[in-house]
C-alpha cells in the first residue's frame, strides 16, 4: 500500500507497461494529467500509442531495458490534443506477480531541446560567422575567438586564448589604450568604430569593430563580445569613389571655365578684325591711322587662329587622330630657326631672349617629327614671352645618355604651387580667376605634354611664384641620316627658274584661293 501511494502521488510522471502486450498496465495522476488522458484511458492504451517510435524500434528498447544494458532513453511522444513532446525516459524491469513490467519514470525535456537546438545553431552561427568574433572575460581577456578571427588577422586561437586584444589593451600604468571603448563599456553600452590595425604578418588593413557587453540579471558584467570586420576594400571603394568624384567636379568646373574663355577668346579677336574692318572703310582716315587699324586687324586674326588651332589639335588629341610622322630634324638648326623668329618679340618686350647649349654637329641629325618639336617649343617660348615682363629668357638642348633634353627657362610670374601639378591639364592656365591679365586658350601645355608623349618623352616644371619658370622635355636620341631639308631645295631654286614651273593650286573656298 506504501509503494502504491508512492507510485500515484509522486510528482513525476510514471508508468508501468507489460513487457509482453506493451500495455500500460498502470499511469500516476502526474502522467495523466502530463498526457491528457485520464488514468483509466491510460490503462487501455498500449505504449505505442504514446511514443512514436516504430513498433520494432520500441520493442528492441524495450529488450534493452528488460536486460538492463541501457536505462536512459529520449524519445519523442504523442499527447492526447496531438502535440508531441521531447521526453526523456528511465526504465527498468519491475516482477509482479510472476509477470514482467517495465518501471518508466517521464521527464518533459521539449524546453531544453528547444534549447540545445538554439546552442547549436547559435554555436554553429559564430563559427561560420563572415565576422571575426572574440570573446573575453570581464576583464578582457580572450576565452574564444572563431575561425573568421584567425582568417582576419593570422592569429590562431590558441595565440590570443587569455590574452587582451588590442582595443581593450591597457598599458603598465593601467591607462587603456582606447579609454573612449571602456568608458562607453563601463556604463552598460556598445562602442563601435574604424581603426587601422596589422594583421600577424605585418600587413596594415583597415577594421570595424563592435565591442558589446554581456551582463547576468544582475546587471553586472560576465563577457565582452568583439566583432571584426575587414573594410579595407570599402575604404579603397570610397577613397576611389571620392576622388572620382572630386575629378568630376573639377573637370566639369575646368570645361566651364574652358567654354567661357573659349566665347572670350574667340569672340574678342573677331571684335577687333570686324571692328577695325568697318574703320578701315572710312575714307577719311589718314595712312598712319589705316595703318594702325590694319595692325590691329593682322594681331586679332594671328590671335583667332592660334586659338582656333589649340582647338583643332586638342581636338586631334582627344580623339586619337594625332599621328607621328618621323623624318631627319637639324636640332641646332630648329632651335636657331624658333631663336630667331621669336627674338623680335622679346626684344621689343625688353626681354633678352638666349639660345644656349646646342648638341654637337655630329649629333644634330635626329630621327623625330620636327612639326611636332616645333609645336612643342613654340608653346612653351609662347608661355614664357606671355608670362614673363622683364628679365630673360633662356632657350637650349642638350645630350642626356639616350636622350636629348630640351629646355625654355624664364623669369617670370612663375605658377602658383597649388596649381604645380595640374598645369598640363586640359583647360587649365595657373591664373583661373575671370580677372586674369593673359589672354590665351590653356591648352599650350597639354598640347605640348601630348605630343612630347607621342614622341616618347616626358615634361616637367619647376616654378617658384614670383621667380619663374623651367620648363624641361625629353625626346629619344635616334640619329638620323643627313638629307637636305625642303628648304634647302627651294633655295637652290633660281628665281628666274620659277617662270618655268606651273604651281597647281587646290582649295575648295574661293577667298583662299583668290588669296
Request: glycine content about 6%.
Amino acid at each position: 500500500l506504501k509503494f502504491r501511494s508512492l507510485f500515484e502521488n509522486h510528482a513525476a510522471v510514471k508508468l508501468l507497461i507489460d513487457y509482453e502486450t506493451g500495455l500500460i498496465a498502470d499511469a500516476n495522476e502526474a502522467a495523466a494529467k502530463f498526457y491528457g488522458y485520464s488514468r483509466a484511458e491510460l490503462a487501455e492504451m498500449k505504449i505505442s500509442q504514446i511514443n512514436m517510435l516504430d513498433s520494432e524500434g520500441i520493442k528492441s528498447e524495450m529488450q534493452s531495458a528488460i536486460n538492463g544494458t541501457k536505462s536512459h532513453f529520449e524519445f519523442r511522444h504523442r499527447k492526447k490534443d496531438g502535440s508531441v513532446c521531447d521526453v526523456e525516459v528511465y526504465s527498468s524491469r519491475t516482477d509482479i506477480s510472476g509477470k514482467v513490467y517495465l518501471h518508466s519514470i517521464v521527464h518533459d525535456i521539449t524546453q531544453k531541446k528547444r534549447a540545445e537546438q538554439q546552442n547549436r545553431i547559435l554555436i554553429k552561427s559564430i563559427e561560420q560567422s563572415p565576422v571575426g568574433i572574440l570573446i573575453t572575460d570581464p576583464e578582457g581577456c580572450v576565452e574564444y575567438a572563431n575561425p573568421k578571427f584567425t582568417e582576419l588577422t593570422g592569429y590562431t586561437p590558441a595565440e590570443v586564448i587569455s590574452k587582451k586584444p588590442g582595443i581593450l589593451r591597457i598599458d603598465e600604468n593601467g591607462k587603456a589604450l582606447h579609454p573612449d571603448v571602456w568608458a562607453a563599456l563601463n556604463s552598460g553600452q556598445e562602442w563601435s568604430g574604424e581603426y587601422y590595425d596589422l594583421r600577424k604578418n605585418g600587413e596594415a588593413y583597415w577594421e570595424n569593430s563592435l565591442v558589446s557587453p554581456i551582463t547576468d540579471q544582475d546587471g553586472k558584467i560576465r563577457n565582452f563580445v568583439i566583432l571584426k570586420e575587414d573594410i579595407t576594400s570599402d575604404k579603397l571603394m570610397l577613397a576611389e569613389l571620392v576622388a572620382a568624384k572630386n575629378k568630376a567636379e573639377e573637370s566639369d568646373r575646368l570645361k566651364s571655365s574652358f567654354l567661357a574663355n573659349m566665347s572670350h577668346e574667340i569672340r574678342t579677336p573677331m571684335n577687333g578684325i570686324l571692328g577695325f574692318m568697318d574703320l578701315l572703310l572710312d575714307s577719311g582716315l589718314s595712312g598712319e591711322q589705316r595703318n594702325e587699324y590694319i595692325d590691329i586687324v593682322k594681331i586679332s586674326g594671328d590671335r583667332l587662329l592660334n586659338t582656333i588651332n589649340d582647338i583643332i589639335d586638342i581636338s586631334k588629341i582627344e580623339a586619337g587622330q594625332s599621328t607621328v610622322s618621323k623624318s631627319g630634324v637639324d636640332i641646332n638648326a630648329l632651335s636657331t630657326h624658333l631663336y630667331r623668329f621669336f627674338k623680335p618679340e622679346a626684344d621689343a618686350k625688353g626681354i633678352d631672349l638666349v639660345l644656349n647649349q646646342l648638341v654637337p654637329e655630329t649629333h644634330k641629325l635626329v630621327d623625330t617629327d620636327g612639326i611636332k618639336l616645333e609645336s612643342i617649343l613654340t608653346n612653351l617660348i609662347k608661355n614664357a614671352l606671355k608670362f614673363t615682363r622683364h628679365g630673360s629668357i633662356e632657350l637650349g638642348c642638350h645630350q642626356m645618355d639616350m636622350h636629348l633634353e630640351f629646355f625654355v627657362s624664364d623669369t617670370g610670374m612663375g605658377i602658383p604651387a597649388d596649381r604645380l601639378n595640374g598645369i598640363f591639364d586640359r583647360f587649365v592656365q595657373a591664373d583661373t580667376s575671370h580677372s586674369r591679365s593673359y589672354e590665351g586658350s590653356g591648352l599650350g601645355l597639354s598640347i605640348a605634354k601630348a605630343y612630347v608623349e607621342m614622341l616618347g618623352g616626358q615634361i616637367r616644371v619647376e616654378s617658384e611664384q614670383g621667380r619663374g619658370s623651367s620648363f624641361y622635355f625629353t625626346i629619344p636620341f635616334r640619329p638620323a641620316k643627313e638629307k637636305p631639308s625642303l628648304v634647302d631645295e627651294i633655295n637652290t631654286i633660281q628665281l628666274a627658274d620659277l617662270q618655268k614651273h606651273i604651281f597647281l593650286i587646290a582649295e575648295d573656298d574661293a577667298i583662299s584661293y583668290s588669296y
